[in-house]
């Protein structure tokens, strides 16, 4: 159980059985959220004479926001969307949202049916063929829920189920950054963009520009975090720009994908 003290930049966590006894778990997986500055309020440590002052920790906590000030990229260990001790607002990406939402609305679709069909494969075929591969038969797209194959014909026997997940930003295989556009507050601040290569060959990040920038630009062959940094707004209106990324598939065609950033007045 997390828990942020009132009126404190100071976080604790308390491990309690069914029984609401304390006792010492096996490893679990916790975010570092960096350091906290603590200097105003100190955390005070007392070896039996004196204390000493800890003007700062390391926040480890079961959650981590990606979004600079945009809380909608608050992502969560937590299973449901449950409020976050440290923001007190609900963190909207847990793992039923991020690995299990798209899949189980799919398999309880009223439309989804399983279908069984067989097909023969060249070897290079079988090699790359993955359970979470997608599999379009006349202009209807499935998901394997199951293959058996014939080493010496190639012959494969498939169990498919309809696949009406929408092919957006978030699904698996189509994501192109860990961020599909960013609303932040007035001020300065920076954040991790992660830049996912997919299906395409290479990628190319335009330099950025206005109020954003980052060190990192230019033709980029496999998955790229740059850090951004967004400069404080004294503008007294909002304002937007874009990182804007070009892919390149392996018949040299292009994608451009922006993803806008807005700040607040």
Do not use: C
């Not at 490893?27 to 004479?49: D, E």
């Not at 439309?111 to 069984?116: A, G």
């Not at 498919?160 to 997940?165: A, F």
């Not at 960013?182 to 954040?191: M, R």
Request: no cysteine.
């Amino acid at each position: 159980m997390w828990e942020r003290t009132t009126g404190y930049d100071f976080q604790t966590a308390t491990l309690l059985n069914k029984d609401l006894q304390s006792y010492t778990p096996k490893p679990i997986l916790m975010y570092n959220n960096g350091l906290v500055n603590v200097s105003a309020f100190p955390i005070k440590i007392y070896n039996g004479t004196t204390y000493t002052n800890v003007n700062n920790y390391v926040r480890f906590n079961n959650e981590i926001n990606t979004g600079a000030t945009d809380l909608s990229y608050l992502y969560s260990i937590n299973f449901g969307n449950e409020v976050s001790s440290w923001y007190l607002v609900n963190a909207p990406q847990g793992l039923y949202k991020r690995h299990y939402e798209q899949y189980i609305a799919n398999l309880y679709n009223q439309k989804t049916r399983v279908l069984k069909a067989k097909a023969k494969l060249e070897p290079l075929n079988l090699t790359n063929l993955k359970l979470n591969d997608r599999i379009i038969i006349r202009d209807n797209r499935y998901i394997i829920n199951s293959f058996t194959t014939d080493l010496t014909s190639g012959e494969t026997s498939f169990e498919l189920i309809n696949d009406y997940r929408v092919l957006g930003f978030n699904s698996v295989g189509y994501r192109f950054a860990n961020i599909e556009l960013l609303n932040v507050d007035n001020t300065a601040q920076e954040f991790q963009l992660d830049l996912y290569l997919g299906m395409f060959k290479q990628f190319s990040i335009k330099t950025l520009s206005g109020f954003i920038s980052s060190p990192t630009s230019g033709v980029q062959y496999q998955d790229t975090s740059i850090i951004v940094t967004i400069t404080a707004n004294a503008t007294a209106a909002e304002r937007t720009e874009n990182i804007t990324i070009t892919y390149r598939d392996f018949d040299n065609n292009d994608l451009i994908v922006d993803i806008p950033i807005t700040q607040q007045a």
